[in-house]
């Protein structure tokens, strides 16, 4: 019975990845004791800026990275994560998420990282517990890794860094914000939540805004959880003590012809953080915009984020 519930929990889990592409695209999970990195110019008709395929080697193991730098890029710049989900692509997200144009506008950094294989399901993943918990990949050393190469290669503000993702890559926002938070300002989960693992390693340094946009009619990362995810009202419960905010959120609506859906906003937290949620009532496991949620995602994760830096609220 345990088989077949694990199984059960890898096919519906395999519909994480919020993108797909009539393309492959070979993800090497091998050992390379090379060292080093390299960037290559990526042509790609999405934003006004430029674009890099880059990669670089940590624990013996080469990374892949894309690098989009907005057209209004200038020094002291912040930098956005974005991570795809569970079976996935870096390459998938920075198709359909539609943050070029915001960072042409922001003179923003956008990073759109990719993970590697997980062995028990030979599927591109990040390492967050719950259903990856075969995995051995140091994810979080990763980020860090890049976030020295844009220190090295970039002028970046280094306390304006944040994330962002799908589904798995929303769990992984998280646990940055956990096992990072040093160097992470404040996250937005996009239909993703907190495994168990997360939440008991959890450990920031800061209060720290954070902000998730779910459906209830989401079947893959349930709004009550299961038994690889939290339920979402208990991550809520968690940033919010976390934060030392308010207990009872300041409530509005947000209309729209797709059902709409609520804005929860728990305020007078520490540093004038803040913690959010977007629930939409007819939304399942996608990311949302205009023409079908009546949110656009992309938009609401950088009004969100864009207003944090790692002291709390920016004045």
């Known amino acids: 019975m345990r088989i077949i519930s694990f199984l059960g929990v890898l ?20 050992q390379d004791n090379s060292s080093g990195q390299s960037c290559s110019t990526y042509q790609s008709n999405n934003g006004n800026g430029s674009t890099l395929n880059c990669t670089i080697v940590h624990d013996n193991i080469v990374r892949q990275f894309y690098v989009y730098e907005g ?7 912040p930098v956005l994560f974005v991570l795809h989900g569970y079976t996935s692509r870096g390459l998938w997200i920075m198709n359909y998420s ?6 042409d506008d922001a003179g923003l950094i956008v990073i759109y990282p990719q993970g590697t294989l997980l062995p028990a399901t030979g599927q591109t993943h990040w390492n967050v517990g719950g259903w990856t918990t075969s995995s051995t990949t140091d994810d979080v050393g990763f980020i860090n890794s890049v976030i020295n190469f844009l220190n090295n290669e970039y002028s970046i503000d280094s306390k304006r860094i944040y994330s962002t993702g799908m589904s798995n890559g929303g769990y992984m926002s998280y646990k940055l914000a956990c096992d990072l938070s040093p160097r992470i300002a404040a996250v ?11 939440t008991d390693g959890c450990n920031p340094t800061h209060p720290t805004s954070v902000a998730q946009i779910h459906g209830l009619q989401d079947t893959v990362v349930n709004y009550d959880g299961n038994g690889f995810s939290k339920p979402i009202e208990e991550v809520m419960d968690y940033w919010v003590n976390n934060n030392n905010c308010t207990q009872v959120p300041d409530t509005s609506e947000i209309s729209g012809s797709n059902g709409g859906g609520i804005h929860d906003v728990y305020s007078g937290c520490d540093n004038q953080t803040n913690v959010e949620l977007y629930l939409m009532t ?16 992309s938009t609401t994760v950088w009004n969100f984020l864009s207003k944090y830096d790692i002291d709390g609220l920016i004045e």
């Open 282 to 297: 007819n939304m399942g496991h996608s990311w949302p915009n205009l023409n079908n949620h009546d949110l656009q995602a």
């Open 98 to 103: 539609g943050f070029q144009s915001i960072a």
């Open 188 to 198: 937005v989960s996009v239909t993703g939540s907190m495994t168990s693992e997360t």
């Open 71 to 77: 057209s209004g890029y200038q020094s002291n710049a």
């Open 11 to 30: 096919l519906v889990i395999s519909a994480c990845g919020g993108g797909s592409s009539s393309s492959e695209i070979t993800i090497d999970p091998g």
